[in-house]
């Protein structure tokens, strides 16, 4: 057996000042236990920002071997795990404290190898066994680097790291492709629903002058981007039906003509989810064939479409606790402890009491989409009246909150251009979480050559 000392060192992090701590975007991201993944790999849509002096030595390289030594979650959820430092361009990945970073004392480990090595079983018992901490818990360089593993020859390591990084590559690279399709659809809502961009150039354009149609030309741009001369002849009827839907004036409430706010509840069906007695462990269940029971924990690791739960609960329980079932593409919300998480489910499922659901009335033109940009668009610190947002909110507020209501026409066109994009964010989630399986059943496999001995 070998181990882990014989090869590599774990370096510590900086103490970054928190008074330069910010979560106002610029090119130095602050690697936190937040930026690492359940089961391993690297997240780089939370991140937070410093503005002070940077240590030139604890300015992390692409594809750096990292791992977290700290982690505030009651399972210790990336306690120990390891990620890959990402290469985005114009921005310095800055090496915090509480994370370690693997320095190779040879070439006899490959980088890739011992990634995935640190993703095993075997490692995350030894991890959790060794951990400290009731709260927080941690591990260190010296319990990390006591971890025994039989070493294979640097040919067939590079070998079994070269089958895992195809899957995770890919895995990735639809994980980058879903943000930055999020990103459009997010940055379309804005314009279209928080701007009122379209709206804006429709009423400057009557205030200039100009008629109807020339308004109707003056949202087509917003649509497009290019000028009239350079759109298709399909591109051009497309935009000028959705330029006509929208009004070119605004109301006394600043609002556009003929739309309103709402009542969320005067909308939609809202419901609370429920959590049995935690006491009575006869009522939950960690069999997948067992009721899905989604926690904001669930909701944060996969993010706009939910498709499993962590923990499952019991038929009878259900039955019992009348717990609501939730109907797939039903829109959910974290108001307790973490205020603001979104989701959309993907089958009929069940939550606990920190999330509400939406469910909306067959005969509205309201859909799952266009709640789910609204939602991630709302000023949830309106709600409440305390200092803590996370106590402030409760059932009752959420049932009052103000929705948008646009003219049905419009509606109907957000819908329209919005679903394919929905449509495809959901088929990557569904082909990452099977690629995930396939690595996750080859990795054991690969590590003790079970495969290479077939």
Same mark, same amino acid.
């Given at each position: 057996?070998?181990?882990?000392?014989?090869?590599?060192?774990?370096?510590?992090?900086?103490?970054?000042?928190?008074?330069?701590?910010?979560?106002?975007?610029?090119?130095?991201?602050?690697?936190?236990?937040?930026?690492?993944?359940?089961?391993?790999?690297?997240?780089?849509?939370?991140?937070?920002?410093?503005?002070?002096?940077?240590?030139?030595?604890?300015?992390?390289?692409?594809?750096?071997?990292?791992?977290?030594?700290?982690?505030?979650?009651?399972?210790?959820?990336?306690?120990?795990?390891?990620?890959?430092?990402?290469?985005?361009?114009?921005?310095?990945?800055?090496?915090?404290?509480?994370?370690?970073?693997?320095?190779?004392?040879?070439?006899?480990?490959?980088?890739?190898?011992?990634?995935?090595?640190?993703?095993?079983?075997?490692?995350?018992?030894?991890?959790?066994?060794?951990?400290?901490?009731?709260?927080?818990?941690?591990?260190?360089?010296?319990?990390?680097?006591?971890?025994?593993?039989?070493?294979?020859?640097?040919?067939?390591?590079?070998?079994?790291?070269?089958?895992?990084?195809?899957?995770?590559?890919?895995?990735?690279?639809?994980?980058?492709?879903?943000?930055?399709?999020?990103?459009?659809?997010?940055?379309?809502?804005?314009?279209?629903?928080?701007?009122?961009?379209?709206?804006?150039?429709?009423?400057?354009?009557?205030?200039?002058?100009?008629?109807?149609?020339?308004?109707n030309l003056s949202a087509m741009a917003v649509f497009s981007g290019k000028a009239i001369e350079d759109l298709s002849q399909t591109e051009y009827q497309e935009l000028w039906e959705i330029a006509d839907a929208f009004?070119?004036?605004?109301?006394? @409430?600043?609002?556009?003509?003929?739309?309103?706010?709402?009542?969320?509840?005067?909308?939609?069906?809202?419901?609370?989810?429920?959590?049995?007695?935690?006491?009575?462990?006869?009522?939950?269940?960690?069999?997948?064939?067992?009721?899905?029971?989604?926690?904001?924990?669930?909701?944060?690791?996969?993010?706009?479409?939910i498709t499993e739960s962590s923990e499952y609960l019991k038929v009878e329980a259900v039955d019992k606790f009348n717990i609501k079932r939730i109907p797939e593409n039903t829109v959910i919300l974290s108001f307790k402890?973490?205020?603001?998480?979104?989701?959309?489910?993907?089958?009929?499922?069940?939550?606990? @009491?920190?999330?509400?659901?939406?469910?909306?009335?067959?005969?509205?033109?309201?859909?799952?989409?266009?709640?789910?940009?609204?939602?991630?668009?709302?000023?949830?610190?309106?709600?409440?009246?305390?200092?803590?947002?996370?106590?402030?909110?409760?059932?009752?507020?959420?049932?009052?909150?103000?929705?948008?209501?646009?003219s049905d026409l419009v509606i109907n066109h957000f819908n329209e251009y919005i679903e394919g994009i929905f449509n495809k964010i959901k088929e990557n989630i569904i082909q990452n979480n099977n690629l995930t399986k396939?690595?996750?059943?080859?990795?054991?496999?690969?590590?003790?050559?079970?495969?290479?001995?077939?």
């Amino acid at each position: 057996m070998s181990k882990l000392s014989d090869f590599i060192s774990i370096k510590h992090g900086f103490a970054f000042k928190g008074e330069f701590i910010t979560t106002e975007e610029n090119a130095n991201c602050l690697i936190t236990p937040v930026n690492f993944s359940i089961g391993g790999g690297f997240k780089s849509d939370k991140f937070k920002y410093y503005t002070g002096e940077i240590p030139e030595k604890y300015i992390l390289q692409p594809n750096d071997l990292i791992v977290t030594m700290t982690d505030l979650s009651k399972q210790a959820d990336t306690l120990g795990y390891p990620a890959l430092v990402p290469n985005i361009s114009g921005k310095k990945m800055l090496h915090n404290q509480r994370i370690g970073l693997v320095e190779f004392l040879d070439n006899e480990l490959d980088k890739e190898y011992l990634y995935f090595l640190m993703r095993t079983k075997e490692y995350r018992h030894q991890i959790l066994s060794t951990a400290t901490g009731a709260t927080v818990h941690h591990t260190s360089p010296s319990k990390i680097l006591d971890f025994e593993f039989e070493k294979p020859d640097l040919q067939t390591q590079k070998l079994i790291a070269q089958y895992l990084m195809i899957l995770e590559e890919k895995i990735q690279l639809n994980t980058q492709t879903n943000q930055t399709l999020e990103a459009i659809a997010q940055a379309i809502f804005k314009s279209w629903f928080v701007d009122f961009d379209p709206v804006r150039a429709k009423a400057q354009a009557i205030l200039d002058g100009k008629t109807s149609d020339e308004a109707n030309l003056s949202a087509m741009a917003v649509f497009s981007g290019k000028a009239i001369e350079d759109l298709s002849q399909t591109e051009y009827q497309e935009l000028w039906e959705i330029a006509d839907a929208f009004p070119s004036e605004f109301g006394d @409430e600043g609002l556009p003509i003929g739309w309103k706010f709402n009542q969320a509840d005067n909308l939609f069906d809202v419901g609370i989810g429920k959590t049995p007695p935690r006491k009575e462990s006869e009522w939950f269940s960690d069999n997948a064939n067992d009721t899905e029971w989604i926690s904001i924990k669930d909701m944060g690791n996969q993010g706009l479409f939910i498709t499993e739960s962590s923990e499952y609960l019991k038929v009878e329980a259900v039955d019992k606790f009348n717990i609501k079932r939730i109907p797939e593409n039903t829109v959910i919300l974290s108001f307790k402890l973490t205020v603001g998480r979104v989701s959309i489910t993907t089958k009929e499922t069940t939550t606990n @009491e920190a999330i509400a659901h939406f469910k909306i009335p067959s005969s509205s033109n309201l859909s799952s989409e266009f709640l789910y940009c609204y939602l991630k668009n709302f000023d949830f610190n309106n709600l409440g009246s305390t200092s803590s947002i996370a106590t402030a909110v409760n059932s009752k507020m959420i049932k009052e909150m103000e929705i948008l209501e646009p003219s049905d026409l419009v509606i109907n066109h957000f819908n329209e251009y919005i679903e394919g994009i929905f449509n495809k964010i959901k088929e990557n989630i569904i082909q990452n979480n099977n690629l995930t399986k396939i690595r996750d059943e080859l990795l054991p496999k690969l590590l003790n050559g079970e495969l290479f001995n077939e």
